[in-house]
């Protein structure tokens, strides 16, 4: 390495591809490879436009310069525009990686060699950029948001960008942007757009700026959690906390239109498998920033407004103060509310929120919030605090019925009672009708033991068997939409009579009998998934075996009478399109 020679200064936003063009014109080196010889000690070394290596031995000939790898990283390649949205761990091995003289991985370890979203071939400029580079520094430069996935305008300019025809550098050359139009030609990267096109293409090129150039990125790869509060906001989740997937699908493809998702190679035409089902659900794969970005424009605006949102926003009761619903209480649905906890409900994992009021009184409900209106639900009443209390001595001593002092205090007629005679309240006079009433509830509630009612199980039994076959088989019957599986849970929910399939099998042994002709293993579960999933590819030729194990969602380490189906599956279909000559149909059955 020529210790003598240090890299140019970078401009705002250059790719480090382009300082390194830029030295290379400087030195006049005759080869590219003494320039990589030059600044890596080796010329070993492709030039990636993207995500570099090396950047190690690049800053050290930035020291001068108060340049880091760190400074390199973040500021001139891609690095702040995958990192958001890959896992914490692939995030710290990426930046190594890019440190490091080893960068054989690194676009495998981010995603984009899997990716069907294609990598940018050919460089890209704004002719209002580079003539104002000219003016401003004396020579033009490569710009990192210009090359960016989904960006075909200048954000500052709002112009088509444009690439170089000629000439171009080989594999191991380097692109200049030379420094006179007269030395080299371009064309625009598109030849025109649909004004329905324009606005959001800028949009979507301003989101990538705003990433990159984001100074505390955000962790976005379990994007769910992150979104979930604004789903529920815009209906797109049920009560169950399920994405109603098909709606919001519809909704983003009319957002965009068909025609701009197919220019941004992110049309989420798999429902089941698509990137938009993926970004919705639990995390498990790193889906490419492009999509993230156009789902955070779709539900906030920009992704300027995505980060604008506050901590409090994302809370599933939406923004403090609440409303006290303390009836008893002179600020009855009052914001005056400051504290609210929130923990997870054991049984259904949603939210619950306890708010309490410094009267006192404080509540419950489950989340997250849908509306405005649901901060004014009450769920269960946790304590009811001295003013309340107050209020039902005075309902008592002013004579008032429990079930008239109910309305007023806004609780059950039973929680009245239970409060009035205890030791919180002071004892009150009863007159006759009262202590009639009284008498009779106690009577009827508490005093008289219910009468133990026989069942008859054998006629039970039979009624039952015949909901539960015909349950099974609309399951089975479904063969437009993916498989559920068969057990005695799905049956259960499907009849309504989850309780007595799992607490008395004993009494119901021709249900049971029925229900076990159709309860399916594991293995027999997949095999029927298999057969399904032939049935959806049936209009392809040749069938692939990995195609069949995506669409039957089947995971590594599936049992050989599994992989036996698949076999005979594909073979079956074959010898179907080998004796007819086209595209044979078959129907598979339990």
């Not at 760190?70 to 761990?89: E, G, M, V």
């Not at 009052?334 to 906890?341: H, I, N, P």
């Not at 539960?468 to 437009?480: F, G, I, P, T």
Request: hydrophobic letters at 35%; charged letters at 25%; one cysteine or more.
């Amino acid at each position: 390495m020529i210790l003598g020679r240090m890299l140019p200064i970078p401009y705002p936003d250059e790719l480090v591809y382009s300082v390194i063009a830029r030295y290379h014109l400087r030195t006049n080196n005759e080869s590219p490879k003494w320039t990589l010889r030059e600044i890596y000690g080796t010329e070993n070394v492709i030039p990636t436009i993207d995500l570099p290596s090396h950047l190690e031995e690049l800053a050290m000939r930035s020291e001068l310069q108060g340049m880091s790898a760190d400074d390199w990283l973040d500021q001139h390649t891609f690095f702040p525009y995958y990192a958001p949205f890959l896992p914490q761990d692939r995030t710290i091995q990426l930046r190594a990686l890019m440190k490091s003289s080893n960068g054989s991985g690194i676009h495998a370890l981010v995603g984009i060699t899997a990716s069907t979203i294609d990598r940018l071939k050919q460089l890209r400029f704004c002719p209002s950029c580079y003539d104002e580079d000219i003016q401003r520094y004396g020579e033009p430069y490569w710009h990192r948001i210009h090359q960016l996935p989904g960006v075909f305008l200048c954000p500052e300019h709002q112009m088509i960008l444009h690439e170089i025809t000629e000439p171009l550098a080989d594999r191991h050359g380097l692109t200049m942007l030379p420094i006179s139009r007269i030395m080299f030609r371009s064309v625009p990267i598109i030849e025109s757009l649909p004004d329905k096109f324009i606005e959001h293409l800028l949009g979507i090129a301003d989101d990538n700026r705003v990433l990159v150039q984001s100074s505390k990125p955000q962790s976005l790869f379990d994007m769910r959690e992150v979104i979930i509060p604004k789903l529920f906001e815009q209906g797109y989740v049920t009560v169950a906390r399920r994405i109603r997937q098909q709606k919001i699908e519809e909704q983003l493809v009319r957002f965009y239109s068909p025609e701009l998702l197919d220019l941004l190679e992110s049309n989420p035409k798999d429902r089941d498998y698509s990137w938009l089902a993926l970004s919705t659900r639990k995390a498990r794969w790193a889906i490419h920033p492009l999509r993230q970005l156009l789902l955070i424009r779709f539900l906030y605006g920009s992704y300027s407004d995505f980060l604008g949102r506050s901590s409090i926003q994302d809370s599933p009761f939406a923004n403090g103060p609440w409303p006290c619903l303390n009836r008893a209480a002179d600020h009855f649905e009052e914001l005056v509310v400051e504290q609210c906890v929130v923990n997870r409900c054991s049984d259904t994992g949603r939210p619950v929120g306890t708010f309490m009021c410094s009267c006192g009184f404080s509540y419950s409900r489950r989340g997250p919030d849908c509306s405005e209106e649901d901060k004014f639900r009450r769920g269960r009443i946790k304590s009811y605090g001295p003013l309340w209390t107050a209020r039902l001595r005075k309902c008592m001593q002013d004579g008032l019925s429990y079930r008239a002092a109910a309305k007023v205090l806004g609780v059950d007629t039973n929680t009245v009672i239970k409060y009035a005679q205890s030791d919180m309240v002071e004892p009150v006079e009863q007159t006759p009708k009262i202590k009639s009433s009284i008498a009779r509830m106690k009577r009827t509630s508490f005093g008289q033991k219910a009468r133990k009612i026989r069942v008859d199980w054998e006629k039970r039994d039979l009624e039952l068997s015949w909901m539960v076959e015909s349950a099974c088989k609309s399951v089975l019957s479904e063969s437009n939409f993916k498989p559920i599986r068969i057990t005695i849970a799905l049956i259960g929910k499907h009849v309504d009579r989850l309780s007595w399939l799992e607490k008395h099998r004993d009494k119901l042994p021709v249900t049971m009998s029925i229900l076990t002709q159709y309860l399916e293993s594991v293995s027999q579960f997949q095999k029927r998934r298999v057969r399904w999933a032939t049935e959806q590819l049936a209009g392809e030729w040749p069938i692939k075996r990995w195609k069949i194990e995506k669409l039957a969602g089947l995971r590594s380490g599936y049992s050989l009478e599994v992989s036996d189906e698949i076999d005979r599956c594909i073979s079956q279909v074959s010898f179907l399109n080998i004796s007819t000559g086209s595209e044979g149909t078959s129907s598979w059955q339990h």
